[in-house]
């Protein structure tokens, strides 16, 4: 670590360590004692919030995601997280330049037509942008990664990942509930892109391809990328925020807000990967245009259990159904030996009818999501922690609607195309590749289920069979649920197995016989 990265750190924690102080009986026996806890409490929050800000780019992601767990940090704390904004002073371009010309060569300003250097449209601790325009005209905006920026977030990654693995080894049961070493690594990889604008055209790309199913939604073309430097086409219009949503047509501004909740919804249960970063300032929208979603440094990546976990937590809540819901979170997590599955389903009967009836405006699957984290902790389950980077990725395309469209129901949209994404589900499960997966699973089993029989015979005989029961205490959690679930479970299995199977083995038969279809 360098000496000034050393002394920033230093400076951070002496001034969070010296207002701490200043909160003290003592400090305050010559001040104004009506001072309420709240205030208090709201003076920390600001002061951890600015800290990060102070810290930079990885620990703001850090603040993000913490601005989810109010089962790691105070509410108060949490909230005041959600305000967390990437900004920087803007470094003067003379500083840039040399990232400039070491990525695009010394010639580099002849492949613009002009370019603004005095005054960036944009200034994070990762990058500045600046408006350009190509030879041809075309409008640009020009990304351009600061000097040494990626070396100072590498070696903060380090830190923390060393400092993660000494809480886990000092306080093991916090971190059997909450795997700190997991969740920093889902920032890490979640934020990668944001250090390697090569990756981030990558993921630009790929998102460009998912929007074409949508008619108002639109992702910057890539122009050009390197590691530190990224060209893409301006995006139209302001970001969401700062739009006038009277300037739009009332069925435009619902279609528009219609299409980029559908179009993140494709990505968190058909493609799986989705843009983790969605506030307002990264979503523009202009009249007669569609939305253009910019900023692809920060994307998730799920895999199908969890997506389809994922799926049957929102369906259990659009149904109103607390027990269905903390049977497909259990089943998204994992126990540990002190979980208490029948508290949190009971607090999961009493939270979710509470949400369910609430309005249009008051409901976010993100918040939701965070709520149900909370009780899960407090209970003993472990979640996965993509779904902090979940839950912040819904809060934020919610709150980024709203802008635009406040009336719109995130509800209805989801049922709406909950049929898109259930059908799609369907067709991942009958393609030629996971029927011949399931079939080899089939046939492996069938191989193995002879010799395994035969061992616990052999056990039996020789008085040699132990068996072990977890310590998870399931306390009355739907009696003999689970044995006839276990059961249901395996005879479902079995028979889509063989059903894949055949469909499978009629497929290629049918093939052979017909080579010209």
Not at 225 to 238: D, E
Not at 406 to 422: A, C, G, N, Y
Request: hydrophobic share 45%.
């Amino acid at each position: 670590m360098s000496a000034a990265r050393a002394r920033l750190l230093a400076h951070v924690a002496k001034a969070l360590l010296m207002r701490e102080v200043s909160e003290t009986p003592l400090a305050w026996r010559h001040r104004r004692t009506d001072d309420s806890s709240e205030a208090k409490m709201h003076r920390r929050a600001v002061a951890v919030r600015e800290a990060f800000e102070q810290l930079g780019p990885f620990y703001i992601k850090i603040g993000q995601i913490l601005s989810t767990r109010e089962d790691i940090v105070p509410s108060a704390i949490a909230r005041e997280l959600e305000h967390l904004h990437d900004r920087a002073s803007v470094m003067p371009f003379t500083h840039m330049e040399p990232v400039l010309e070491a990525a695009l060569g010394r010639g580099w300003r002849r492949m613009f037509r002009s370019f603004d250097t005095r005054s960036p449209l944009g200034a994070a601790s990762l990058a500045q942008v600046y408006a350009a325009r190509l030879d041809n005209g075309q409008p640009v905006a020009v990304k351009v990664q600061r000097p040494r920026i990626r070396y100072v977030v590498e070696e903060d990654m380090k830190m923390l990942q060393r400092a993660a693995r000494r809480f886990a080894a000092h306080a093991p049961r916090f971190n059997a509930t909450i795997d700190t070493q997991a969740m920093l690594g889902v920032v890490l990889d979640a934020m990668r892109p944001e250090l390697d604008f090569v990756l981030e055209a990558r993921n630009m790309d790929r998102a460009r391809t998912a929007a074409r199913s949508f008619e108002l939604v639109d992702v910057p073309d890539v122009l050009d990328a390197t590691p530190t430097v990224l060209v893409q086409s301006m995006a139209a219009g302001t970001n969401i925020r700062d739009a006038d949503p009277t300037a739009f047509k009332p069925d435009e501004r619902s279609a528009i807000g219609r299409d980029i909740l559908a179009y993140m919804y494709r990505g968190y249960f058909v493609d799986m990967t989705f843009h983790a970063d969605p506030h307002p300032g990264n979503i523009f929208v202009a009249p007669g245009e569609p939305a253009s979603l910019i900023d692809w440094g920060m994307v998730g990546h799920i895999d199908r259990r969890l997506s389809m976990s994922l799926m049957l937590i929102l369906l259990s809540l659009s149904r109103n159904d607390g027990t269905a819901l903390s049977k497909a979170w259990i089943e998204m997590g994992k126990l540990t030996p002190w979980a208490d599955v029948s508290a949190f389903t009971q607090d999961m009967t009493a939270l979710v009818p509470k949400i369910a009836t609430a309005s249009l405006e008051e409901l976010n699957f993100g918040t939701t999501l965070t709520q149900v984290l909370s009780h899960s902790t407090r209970r003993g389950i472990q979640t996965s922690p993509m779904v902090s980077i979940l839950g912040k990725s819904f809060a934020n395309t919610d709150g980024s609607v709203r802008y635009l469209a406040p009336e719109l129901s995130v509800t209805e949209v989801f049922q709406d195309q909950m049929r898109t994404i259930l059908f799609e589900y369907a067709r991942q499960a009958l393609s030629e590749d996971q029927a011949a997966r399931t079939a080899m699973e089939l046939l492996i089993a069938a191989q193995s289920a002879p010799g395994e029989l035969r061992g616990l015979l052999r056990d039996l005989a020789n008085h040699e069979l132990t068996v072990q029961f977890s310590q998870v205490q399931k306390q009355n959690f739907f009696p003999y649920q689970d044995r006839i679930d276990s059961r249901a479970k395996r005879a479902l299995r079995t028979v889509l197995a063989f059903a894949a199977l055949g469909w499978w083995r009629a497929e290629h038969l049918y093939r052979k016989t017909h080579p010209s279809i």
